[in-house]
């Protein structure tokens, strides 16, 4: 296959360039290497793409739709993955129009140059945020999710509704994933393990929001690859006992589909700070803090659809994917 990955230099992007790549796919990278956090490490995730047989870089923003259009005219995609996306929920309270130029505006222009360009397949990041408000427990996709509680998410929840209407309009395949916290090697320097493991080794204080009371549906980056390229080999296809009347969230009469991708086992927070201090064989000094806006006390996935879709199911524990961080971290910053 000749596959484009949007967000190529990002976390998720990088390891699911890995995997087509060593199967044997043609994949085409895209990323504007943006300074949400640190480029030296997406510079570094990128130099250890390039160079691999079959891929190509382009350094491109989402809502450069000129040059995307260029893109798409010179290639023939058998399945785009978009993974760019501005990420991050706290930051959605300071920035906001990032988060409209790339999530609204990017994703826009991705659905139009695949729309046009007959792509067999578009796979897209969307999120466990996008749940929100709701309570009940596992997060399912048949679930309503009209009540996020950050910019993020709505942005993610837009994405999935504009993907439904390309779906239905031009009988585009779509499949969106809802990424429950993904972590492991070359993760997110924004995200709770990396923050936790650097603040311990440097002796700093961590910050515990919601006084400890958090539940995360931590998921190892190597099982949420193996979902989403499972996914992208089986091109959503319309439910043929959709019901108006009724009607699915998860799925349409249009070949349209959205997927939980998380762990479905849930852990306390606490217990995954413990998992890191006995990874590093230090403790941590705990500073407990009420919740953020915009954030959730709790997340987890139920993955029964993509269990029963593509045959999905986690395998990496939370002790062996933290030592495996762990390893990676110290060796890449000879900590």
Request: charged share 20%; glycine share 8%; with cysteine.
């Amino acid at each position: 296959m000749q596959v484009l990955v949007t967000g190529a230099a990002g976390f998720i992007g990088f390891h699911v360039c890995r995997a087509l790549l060593a199967r044997g796919d043609e994949v085409v990278g895209l990323d504007n290497l943006n300074d949400y956090y640190d480029v030296n490490l997406k510079e570094a995730r990128l130099a250890q793409l390039q160079g691999t047989p079959g891929f190509s870089f382009v350094r491109c923003s989402l809502e450069d739709r000129p040059r995307l259009e260029e893109l798409f005219a010179g290639q023939h995609f058998d399945g785009v993955i978009n993974l760019a996306a501005q990420a991050g929920v706290r930051y959605s309270l300071e920035n906001p129009h990032a988060y409209i130029d790339s999530n609204i505006v990017g994703f826009t222009n991705i659905l139009e140059c695949c729309r046009h360009q007959g792509t067999g397949h578009l796979v897209y990041a969307s999120s466990s945020s996008v749940y929100g408000m709701n309570t009940s427990m596992p997060f399912s996709v048949h679930d309503n999710v009209d009540h996020p509680v950050s910019l993020y998410a709505a942005s993610k929840k837009a994405n999935e509704l504009m993907a439904h209407t390309y779906s239905h309009l031009f009988r585009l395949p779509t499949t969106g994933l809802r990424f429950f916290t993904v972590y492991g090697p070359w993760g997110r320097p924004d995200m709770a393990l990396f923050l936790f493991t650097r603040a311990i080794l440097e002796g700093q204080p961590i910050k515990v929001f919601n006084h400890g009371e958090m539940q995360r549906d931590f998921t190892y980056i190597d099982d949420i690859v193996e979902g989403v390229v499972r996914v992208l080999d089986r091109p959503a296809r319309q439910n043929t006992d959709w019901d108006a009347a009724v009607p699915d969230p998860g799925t349409s009469s249009a070949p349209y589909r959205l997927f939980n991708i998380g762990n479905n086992q849930p852990v306390k927070l606490l217990d995954f700070i413990a998992a890191i201090e006995d990874a590093l064989g230090m403790r941590a000094e705990k500073e407990l803090l009420p919740m953020q806006p915009g954030d959730v006390p709790a997340t987890y996935a139920d993955i029964a659809a993509l269990e029963a879709a593509v045959g999905y199911r986690p395998a990496t524990p939370i002790t062996e994917g933290v030592s495996r961080f762990i390893d990676w971290y110290r060796a890449y910053y000879r900590k």
